[in-house]
């Protein structure tokens, strides 16, 4: 953390302390001023309770004063006086005791006899009172106060204290009573100032309510107070709830001297803390301005702080502009002042240069030491730094590749310029590196994909080149054997005709197997495509070369690819892998190992290999390797272009290879080879495997017996449609010979208007696929659909899966590729008339 922040940190705690002790400095002094509240409030109800009860006892005392003179001199002799003089005696001793009301003596039955004044109603029979029965049934009784009633003398309510009257024997002889009102007592209570939501209760020992002051609102709502008996037992002024008002209160409660009376004074708790509650409110508003006034201090502070940091920060702001700038360029800055012979390097320059952030580089000989550049990049660098301080360039540009700590070489693209004085000497140099191994990768990738697409163009030239004139060649050839085939059979045995027609047959007959090598390089072979077990071929292959090998060479084969079948032809496949060891043992000469791995292979992604790009799948892939030299890098570019040879004038066509390549490409493989100088030359063939397939044996063989003599025919009429006059006329001279009938048509319109002319004419046609105007294919199609069970046979000399698939799709019976020997035509329109018939 920096010192600034320590520092702002350090001032926001002192002030949050401060604060702190603020509120609780004024919460201490609101709690010790509500104490000292409640205490003031507490001694002032307990002094007021107990003066109170004081002066209430003192009155209760003198009204026993009364009742006690009363009963003795009642005892004494008063019962002989008449009634008017006991009265009269009754009524003297109430004069100056303004609490009683009426003083009365009861005899022992509980009738009224006396009464100190007349109240207007008739003496009346109390033995049912709770004070008679208590004064008659007990003599130890005293002083006894009744509960409030209403009395029967005058219907007051009030309270009756009452006394005993003994005989002299001290039997029960009555009861003399005095009647206190409770008006009086409410008047007595009323004249004292209590206070502002202050009230006194004086109840009995068990809580009823004799007199509240001042009185509630409801006088029927409550006349018991059961818990002041538990309040006084305390002693101390209590917290509770009026049971009147419902509000809190403090209540201080009293006995009234030894009297069954408990005089109480209650005040409500929140208007004794109204003082408290004032003081709090402007405790808390200076606390407020207290805290206000901390925080803005601390503001104040914090902003003088950041005003001296502006400075600072301005100048951090100014120096990392620069280096976020390179950071967003990607890019790492180094800079070498030349006065003190130091450098300063970024961390992004670093890591470009493979260099650990704690190597330290603070010299030009730390860089020289710790940067490892390629030797063939080192005296360019060199060499481009010291024409730029020199003043031969304007600036530094140069490309080189640095080690990294992986081992891994990497492309830093690198421009600087110098900073010089008014004498042209250099001071400081800066420079900026980019990291443009992707750039070089791709440019490297993008120059090998087009060395790839220019030699696959110029193979897909040369096939169509050598496709095309194989095409031309073939018809050529066709007339050449055809006729020769035919001067042949005319020419007598053992003549020198003979003899020398059959040296042309020969030669047209590698002429003829030539053609077919060319049109499998332009894949324009077609053949029967079945599912063929590459580990039977294979197999088959190492068997047929084993013995042919010499003495010191070997075959080392591991063959694991089970039972992973291939969709082409057998005679194809067994082609290509034949050529390839073939090309081995021939490049090893009398001593090395043939090596051959066959594998099932899965490939998860998209792989380019030297010839072609194989996709995501499953592949059986062959590899063929020898021991022998190694092919050189400009033999590795031409070695699949056709006529391309090393070998010696008469060795070799140069077609052995360009026909692997042609077959493997049509089935949709690809072909890969590594070799080196001194290293084995492996070539790989990758072909896709037919899912869900498995087959067993090899390549299909011709059968070895020639079918003696040819099919003739019987006048059957057969129409014959070739554009190549030589052709045309050699097709007719083979199938008149052969006892057909044939009719000749140059081009297909011809064709087409003479069978129209009349369908039922012809029993069979022959028409070459390649005519002006309409090809033999949609020919076919048109006379199979006026006769559908026509026999037709289409020839051509470039005969593809594309012709396969238009022959099929018109309806041809037979497709057959020229040039036409007279055996193979003969048994072919054997086939087609005799399923016709």
């Not at 009426?102 to 006396?114: E, R, S």
């Not at 104040?300 to 502006?310: D, M, P």
């Not at 990049?377 to 490309?399: K, M, V």
């Not at 035919?486 to 590698?510: F, L, W």
């Amino acid at each position: 953390m920096k010192a600034a922040d320590r520092l702002r940190h350090r001032i926001v705690a002192v002030g949050a302390l401060l604060i702190v002790a603020c509120i609780g400095s004024a919460g201490y002094d609101g709690w010790r001023l509500h104490q000292q509240i409640m205490m003031a409030n507490e001694r002032e109800l307990g002094n007021l309770s107990k003066a109170l009860a004081e002066q209430s006892l003192r009155s209760l005392q003198a009204v026993d004063v009364v009742l006690r003179d009363a009963a003795s001199w009642y005892e004494a002799g008063g019962a002989r006086l008449d009634p008017q003089a006991v009265s009269a005696a009754l009524a003297s001793r109430t004069v100056g005791v303004p609490q009683v009301n009426v003083l009365t003596v009861i005899d022992a039955q509980g009738m009224q006899q006396y009464r100190s004044r007349d109240t207007g109603t008739p003496l009346a029979d109390v033995s049912d009172r709770p004070y008679f029965t208590a004064q008659r049934d007990a003599r130890g009784v005293g002083l006894f106060i009744s509960k409030p009633m209403l009395t029967r003398t005058e219907g007051l309510a009030g309270l009756v204290v009452s006394r005993r009257i003994d005989r002299p024997d001290g039997s029960f002889a009555g009861v003399v009573t005095a009647i206190v009102t409770l008006q009086h007592l409410e008047g007595m209570y009323s004249a004292i100032r209590l206070g502002e939501r202050s009230s006194l209760l004086l109840t009995l020992n068990d809580g009823t309510l004799i007199v509240r002051q001042p009185g509630a609102d409801d006088p029927k709502r409550q006349q018991s107070f059961p818990g002041l008996a538990a309040l006084k037992e305390r002693g101390v002024v209590a917290h509770a709830v009026d049971p009147i008002d419902g509000r809190r209160k403090l209540i201080s409660a009293v006995d009234v001297g030894k009297r069954p009376l408990i005089l109480a004074i209650m005040r409500d708790e929140d208007y004794a803390l109204r003082p408290w509650y004032d003081e709090m409110l402007s405790s808390g508003i200076r606390t407020v301005l207290l805290i206000l006034l901390v925080v803005l201090t601390i503001v104040g502070l914090l902003r003088q702080l950041r005003r001296q940091e502006s400075g600072e920060q301005a100048l951090r702001q100014s120096e990392e502009r620069y280096a976020m700038a390179m950071e967003a360029a990607n890019e790492g800055h180094a800079e070498w002042n030349f006065a003190h012979n130091t450098v300063f390097v970024s961390d992004k320059w670093r890591a470009l240069h493979g260099v650990d952030a704690s190597v330290p580089l603070g010299t030009p000989v730390d860089v020289l030491r710790h940067v490892q550049l390629h030797p063939d990049d080192a005296p360019h660098a060199r060499q481009a730094i010291e024409d730029h301080l020199a003043g031969r360039t304007h600036a530094i540009e140069l490309e080189y590749r640095v080690r990294h700590a992986d081992g891994n070489w990497r492309w830093i693209h690198a421009r600087g310029r110098c900073v010089r004085d008014e004498a042209g000497a250099a001071l400081r140099l800066f420079g900026a590196a980019t990291d443009v191994s992707a750039r070089k990768l791709a440019e490297a990738d993008k120059a090998r994909l087009e060395t790839r697409l220019q030699q696959t163009q110029r193979l897909e030239a040369l096939g169509t080149l050598s496709g095309g004139i194989a095409h031309d060649f073939n018809n050529i050839l066709g007339a050449i054997l055809g006729f020769g085939e035919m001067a042949q059979q005319q020419a007598p045995a053992g003549s020198a005709m003979r003899r020398h027609i059959d040296r042309v047959m020969q030669a047209g007959a590698r002429a003829r197997l030539l053609v077919r090598r060319i049109l499998d390089f332009s894949r324009s072979g077609i053949a029967e495509r079945v599912p063929v077990n590459m580990q039977a071929l294979v197999e088959e292959v190492i068997s047929m070369l084993t013995p042919t090998l010499p003495p010191g060479l070997r075959v080392d084969a591991r063959l694991q690819s089970g039972s992973a079948a291939v969709m082409g032809d057998g005679t194809q496949l067994y082609q290509v892998v034949m050529n390839l060891c073939t090309n081995a043992v021939q490049a090893m000469g009398e001593q090395g190992v043939v090596s051959l791995r066959l594998d099932r292979v899965d490939v998860e992604q998209k792989r380019a290999l030297l010839h072609g790009d194989i996709a995501a799948g499953s592949y059986v892939c062959l590899e063929v390797g020898d021991t022998g030299p190694g092919i050189p890098p400009e033999v590795l570019q031409r070695m699949f272009d056709p006529f391309f040879t090393t070998k010696k004038v008469g060795e070799g066509t140069g077609l052995g290879l360009s026909v692997v390549h042609g077959i493997v490409a049509d089935l949709g493989g690809a072909i890969d080879v590594t070799t080196g100088s001194g290293r084995p030359t492996v070539v790989s063939v990758w072909l896709p495997v037919l899912q869900g397939q498995a087959m067993d044996g090899g390549p299909e063989q011709a059968p070895l017996d020639a079918v003696k003599g040819c099919p003739r025919g019987n006048g059957e009429v057969v129409m014959v449609v070739d554009d190549e006059q030589p052709l045309l006329e050699l097709a007719e001279e083979i199938l008149a010979s052969l006892g057909y009938e044939p009719v000749g048509f140059g081009t297909s319109e011809r064709a087409l208007a003479a069978f129209e002319a009349d369908p039922q004419r012809f029993d069979a046609v022959l028409t070459d696929e390649m005519l002006p105007g309409m090809p033999g294919s949609e020919l076919a199609r048109r006379l199979l659909a006026q006769r559908p069970a026509l026999p037709v046979a289409l020839m051509s000399g470039n005969v593809n899966v594309s012709l396969e698939q238009r022959a099929r799709s018109a309806g041809v019976s037979v497709l057959l590729h020229k040039p036409l020997g007279l055996q193979e035509l003969a048994e072919c329109m054997s086939r087609l008339i005799g399923d016709g018939s």
